[in-house]
């Protein structure tokens, strides 16, 4: 009887520990819709870092799990614009305070847009600009790094699209 309580034990610390990394240290998140594509792609599983926003702060080129105020749900977007910054679109390009931004991993939009960020705004986008829901939609805008729930690490599943450091 006593092995069987100290089995139980174990176990329930297990999982215990197993939830509070879950929670706190990292997460996984199954992609779905285009917005991400090429670098995340719809069925791909993430894993996501609860500790890098908690630790330290949010850097342009990120790709990030978001909550937005009003909104159901959670979102990955890169992080584009950081506060302070004047972020435009224009010739299919996005200029930081009037240099361009070099994004090999986005597709071209050809709106034009402006927008000067706050002190606690966040510009955020998808990769596939064309289809992408996000910072450039009034009822999305800028986000606050309250927002912010983790960074996207490494794509785990399918076997074959496995990839660290995105």
Do not use: H
């Amino acid at each position: 009887m006593r092995r069987l309580l100290r089995a139980v034990a174990w176990l329930c610390a297990a999982a215990a520990l197993a939830l509070i990394l879950r929670t706190c240290v990292f997460g996984l998140v199954k992609v779905a819709g285009q917005s991400m594509e090429n670098t995340l792609e719809t069925g791909d599983v993430a894993l996501v870092s609860r500790l890098d926003y908690r630790l330290g702060s949010i850097r342009r080129g990120d790709v990030a799990q978001i909550r937005v105020p009003g909104r159901d749900g959670t979102y990955l977007k890169r992080v584009v614009g950081l506060p302070g910054e004047k972020v435009e679109f224009s010739g299919g390009r996005v200029f930081i305070d009037g240099q361009p931004l070099e994004e090999p991993y986005a597709s071209n939009s050809q709106e034009e847009f402006s927008i000067q960020l706050g002190e606690d705004e966040y510009f955020v986008l998808g990769d596939n600009r064309p289809v992408s829901y996000d910072s450039r939609e009034e009822d999305f805008g800028a986000v606050s790094a309250g927002c912010f729930l983790g960074r996207v690490r490494a794509v785990v599943w399918p076997l074959d699209r496995i990839q660290l450091g995105i």
